[in-house]
C-alpha cells in the first residue's frame, strides 16, 4: 500500500501533466483564432512573442518564415489575400517529454474570395484547406512557447487564387 505522501505525489504528477496539455492546447488554439483576426492592431509582433520563442520557425505552403520578428506582418499579407477566412481546429494530440512538447492538430480553414482583384467574387466557390499541424513547445520563463510550426495540407478544394498555382495543394 502506498503512503500518503506517495499518493500525493502521483497526483501532484499527474496534475502537472494535466496543466502541461491544457496550456499548450490553448496555446495553439490562442494561435489559430489570431490567423483569423491577423489584420486587427493588436496582433503584432509583440503578441506573437506570447506564443511563439524569438527563433520559431514556420514552414506552410505559402512559404517558409523564421523568428517571431516580422511574423505579424507575414501573417497580415497572408490574410489580406482573402475577404475572410474561418480556421476550425481539432483533436489536439499532446505528447510531453519534460519542458518539451510535441503537437499533432488537424486544421480545416476556409477561404472566401475578395469582392475584386485575382481571384473574382467573394464567396463565390471558397478555397478550403484540410491538414494538419506538426508542433514543437518548449517551457520558456515565460511559460509554454512553440519553437517549430509546420503545416502539411492533406486536401483543397474549391478555387485557390491565381498566385497560388505552384504551390503543393
Not at 494561435?31 to 503578441?47: G, S
Request: with cysteine.
Amino acid at each position: 500500500m502506498s503512503s500518503t505522501a506517495d499518493q500525493v505525489a502521483s497526483l501532484r504528477d499527474q496534475l502537472r501533466v494535466l496543466t502541461d496539455r491544457l496550456e499548450i492546447k490553448e496555446l495553439f488554439d490562442r494561435y489559430i483564432v489570431a490567423l483569423d483576426r491577423a489584420d486587427e492592431a493588436e496582433f503584432d509582433d509583440a503578441w506573437y512573442r506570447t506564443v511563439f520563442t524569438q527563433d520559431v520557425r514556420f514552414t506552410f505552403p505559402i512559404g517558409v518564415h523564421k523568428g517571431v520578428e516580422g511574423f505579424a506582418e507575414f501573417q497580415r499579407a497572408a490574410k489580406a489575400r482573402w475577404a475572410r477566412t474561418h480556421h476550425l481546429c481539432a483533436n489536439h494530440l499532446v505528447e510531453l517529454e519534460g519542458d518539451q512538447a510535441r503537437l499533432r492538430v488537424h486544421q480545416v480553414a476556409t477561404h472566401l474570395h475578395l469582392p475584386e482583384g485575382e481571384a473574382g467574387d467573394a464567396g463565390e466557390d471558397p478555397f478550403v484547406v484540410s491538414g494538419y499541424y506538426d508542433v514543437h513547445a518548449v517551457r520558456t520563463h515565460l511559460g509554454w512557447q512553440f519553437d517549430d510550426v509546420s503545416f502539411h495540407v492533406v486536401s483543397a478544394i474549391g478555387r485557390r487564387l491565381p498566385s497560388m498555382a505552384d504551390l503543393p495543394f
